[in-house]
């Protein structure tokens, strides 16, 4: 959004409570979106098996996406942009951009669920598996995870989109190629080689944008030795343990953690000698100074430490985790450690095992970087959406 206000056009934003201070103060016209799409909150953490947590997070996107309809609908009607970028997660206002006359695209912070010759089906983290063997492996497991998915989504779904007058779709790879563009918040070779999703799907490299800080905290500039970050999730998710395990494996280690719990701090987990826990902090600063990231597998924080060259442990627990950790150990830019084997033995051989792979690490910034990044993205709205350079009204 930056590029594009930097580029003359001009920005409606729709976020978040918490963003629209952010949105603000870079210049672009900025609303909260409908309480109640926040007050829906993701509680898959909650599941007892991955099938039931899958369940549970599409009943959330689907919930939203009833109040997403009205909310995006009235947001267009009032700033009649030229142009609409959608969050691949926002299934109403996709539906609605999708049976409107307002040229449009999507934005995925995330490798999306699009099938491509050669990757295995999205979800469980599978490794690719080349020839006959990996064909008929994939083939065998795809109805299994698309189908659960799908099950469970295209109904409510397609209710939705036939309300507000956009075409039925039949499998969640049509709902998201219905877009005329797909900007993806990723590059090769993070992303397995063989992919590609089609001319329509571009990756532009990871989001890097963080608040701008003016100062280095004075608790970040007392720390003397080499960094080792530890991130759990942004939207609530049983590894508040990641950090408690991570203290504890690097208690004998030459470096110092900092350990960020965006949630909020639990009670009871006191910080290690060489250890410094915070609610929030923007990472970049902090990978400034780091030999290693251990990450829950958000995509986030996750490519922001390799864009900087700094390798990862990464852990994932749930959701689009399985796949950004099996893509770290296929590019050879960090190591993957099941939540389920997470102790403090096998955490720190793993990070150990990290941090001799800081050549894979910049070897992955490097793929960020020949992507483009947002200059890239911002010329694709510009030819493909906008098809003139003029400046124009852009809602997101």
């Known amino acids: 959004m930056s590029e594009l206000s930097r580029r003359g056009n001009n920005i409606h934003l729709r976020t978040l409570s918490t963003g629209v201070q952010t949105g603000q103060r870079l210049g672009f016209t900025t609303d909260a979106i409908d309480p109640r799409i926040e007050a829906i909150a993701h509680d898959d953490w909650k599941a007892p098996n991955i099938r039931a947590a899958l369940k549970m997070a599409i009943e959330?996107?689907?919930?939203?996406?009833?109040?997403?309809?009205?909310?995006?609908?009235?947001?267009?009607a009032r700033v009649r942009p030229d142009a609409s970028i959608v969050d691949v997660n926002c299934w109403g206002a996709l539906s609605v951009a999708d049976a409107g006359e307002i040229p449009w695209l999507c934005f995925a912070p995330y490798t999306p669920l699009l099938k491509s010759r050669g990757v295995p089906p999205f979800?469980?983290?599978?490794?690719?598996?080349?020839?006959?063997?990996g064909r008929i492996r994939d083939a065998a497991v795809r109805p299994l995870v698309m189908g659960m998915l799908e099950k469970a989504m295209l109904p409510r779904l397609n209710k939705i989109r036939a309300e507000v007058g956009a075409p039925r779709v039949t499998s969640a790879d049509a709902f998201l190629r219905r877009a005329p563009l797909i900007l993806v918040a990723s590059g090769k070779p993070f992303e397995y080689p063989q992919t590609d999703w089609g001319d329509a799907v571009q990756m532009i490299g990871p989001s890097t944008f963080e608040p701008p800080i003016d100062t280095t905290p004075d608790w970040l500039a007392a720390i003397n030795r080499p960094i080792v970050l530890v991130s759990t999730s942004s939207e609530k998710q049983a590894d508040d343990k990641l950090v408690a395990t991570a203290m504890t494996a690097l208690a004998n280690e030459p470096v110092h953690v900092v350990a960020t719990l965006p949630t909020g701090l639990p009670s009871g987990l006191t910080p290690a000698p060489n250890a410094t826990l915070r609610e929030f902090v923007p990472h970049?600063?902090?990978?400034?100074?780091?030999?290693?990231?251990?990450t829950h597998g958000g995509m986030g924080v996750t490519q922001k430490a390799l864009n900087r060259g700094v390798p990862v442990c990464v852990v994932p627990f749930g959701r689009d985790q399985f796949e950004t950790?099996?893509?770290?150990?296929?590019?050879?830019?960090?190591?993957?450690?099941?939540?389920?084997?997470?102790?403090?033995?096998?955490?720190?051989?793993?990070?150990?095992?990290?941090?001799?792979?800081?050549?894979?690490?910049?070897?992955?910034?490097?793929?960020f970087a020949a992507t483009g990044g947002v200059a890239r993205g911002a010329d694709l709205?510009?030819?493909r959406i906008l098809g003139r350079t003029a400046r124009c009204r852009i809602t997101t």
Do not use: N, W
């Open 60 to 76: 959330v996107f689907c919930r939203r996406a009833v109040v997403e309809v009205p909310d995006y609908a009235d947001a267009v």
């Open 123 to 133: 979800g469980p983290g599978l490794k690719p598996l080349p020839g006959v063997l």
């Open 284 to 294: 970049g600063m902090v990978l400034d100074r780091s030999v290693c990231a251990v």
């Open 325 to 367: 950790a099996r893509r770290v150990e296929v590019a050879h830019c960090g190591t993957r450690l099941p939540a389920k084997k997470l102790t403090p033995a096998s955490l720190r051989a793993k990070v150990r095992e990290a941090m001799t792979m800081t050549d894979g690490a910049k070897r992955v910034a490097a793929g």
């Open 381 to 383: 709205i510009e030819q």
